[in-house]
């Protein structure tokens, strides 16, 4: 099998098919995860921050029903299978993007199988935050938003940026799922080489590359987050 | 001005009440370092918490030069807190920013202009001996360097009141000390009020000039520390004032004696041999079963235990003897006194 692998065929084939499609493919899953982890961000780190302060001992209690509410909503997302919700949420995708395939629909429900889990990893590394600095920052006169702003997120953002580099690369791998429905990059080279036309070959080449992407952004976001906290020196 | 009035704090949960809080009354004056000590649970920090209603009280009230904070606003409360600045026992700086961005912290939120906030915050770190750990992240100061940037950071804002809860509870008695002496170098160089809370009567007697007991949420005793420390008379002031082994000594005393406390102002009563003049003029041997000074507001104060044989009325007349000489507070201390 091997031998048949690396015959010189198969590797003159792969190769031209790796020239001509993995620079797109990079670039498909590089903007495909990028944008998902923003718009992820943007939506699951208010909620963090909702899930913090507002809760009964919070800085800014919420109703208790809008607080199990919002949890209810979050857990009930986490758990759906990521395949399973990228086809429940079709209508949505089609009423936001006009289509339910391609790569900027597969957007869509990674951003929404992505928000929810980086409203609980926020939710967590705010929590680390030491409650004196709040109780400082309340008896300095702060509002809620300075304390928000101010203490909550500066004090949590090398954890914040572990948690968004942990986000940034399960997105990765999920999109590479997302092939299925059409969503373009390395994913949907490995599926439709290698599990539609056995073209094994092409199929590794793309996942090595995965992989190597994923470890690439692990790295950059670990240091980061490292070169940020001040705490360590 | 700080006025206390009927203040209470009660917590309630789901099967019962603690009430940390009780009907607390008290004035500080202007320009005061107002000690305030308890055990721990006496309701110290509860109290200094309802201060600058970080905790709301339940029932009484909080004046500030006659403003009552329980009437203000959201917002006015948190206009009111700049003037009622804080530091803890943990320091609370904000590990993420160097000690010139925590002292310009309670600048930003008043909306002071960063240029001006750094200016007047370098001049801060100065003022705490600190000029030189300007660019310095917490994590890189000792504790006793980690308070002062505190300390710098609670003036920031011109505050009229310093609340120190338990400020130098995390520190060594020589960093104790300093922490205490720039507390009082800046009481007196800015006039600001200071109430401290602590469970160290060594903190009340080298600083304050008045103090409260706090015993179970309730004031027990208060006045100036000489009053207090010389003449306690509330059994939760005699714990605190005298120190740990006192109640040793009574409780394995010998039947058949009493025990006289005798406290003196060491500038007034230093010079007369008092024991031996006693046991000259009136014959009466008195045993000396624990001795120590203290140092109070700068005046060294001896304070005695004697015990002394219960025969002809020896007691009743070393009693009268001690209470006629100058610079002498004395009183019996009953064995089952607590
Ligand atoms: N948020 C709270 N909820 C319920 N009970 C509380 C709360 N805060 C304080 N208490 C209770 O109030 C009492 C007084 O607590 P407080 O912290 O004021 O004591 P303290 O004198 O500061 O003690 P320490 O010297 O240990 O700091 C304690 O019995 C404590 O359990
Ligand atoms: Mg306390």
Redesign the interface.
Known sequence: MLNELLSAAERAEACSVIQSTFLTAIWETLYVTIIATFFAVLIGLPLGVILVIGEKDGIRPLPAWLMRLLNFIINVLRSIPFLILMILIFPFTRLIMGTVVGTRASIVPLVMAAFPFVARITESSLREV?A??I?????????TW?IIT??LI??S??SLIANVTLTLTNILGYSAMSGIIGGGGLGKIAINYGYYRYKYLVMFCAVILLILMVQAFQSAGTALARR?????? | MIELKKLSKSFTDADNTVHAVKEVDLTIEDGDIFGIIGMSGAGKSTLVRCINMLERPSEGDVLIDGVSLSSLSEKELREKRREIAMIFQSFNLLMQRNCLQNVCFPMELAGIRPSEARKKAKELLETVGLGDKVNAYPSQLSGGQQQRVAIARALATGPKVLLCDEATSALDPATTRQILDLIRDINRKYGITVIIITHQMSVVESICQHVAILDQGRVVEQGSVQDVFSDPVSAAAKALVFPEGYLDVLESGRKGSRYLRVVFDGSQATDTPLIAKMAVEKGIIANIAYASTREIGGRTFGSMLLSIEEKNHDFQEALAYFSDAPGVSCGEVMRDAE
């Open positions: 030491d004196g600095s109780e400082m920052a309340r008896s300095m006169g702060s509002s300075q101010r203490v500066p004090e953002v090398p940020c906290d001040k705490r360590l020196r």
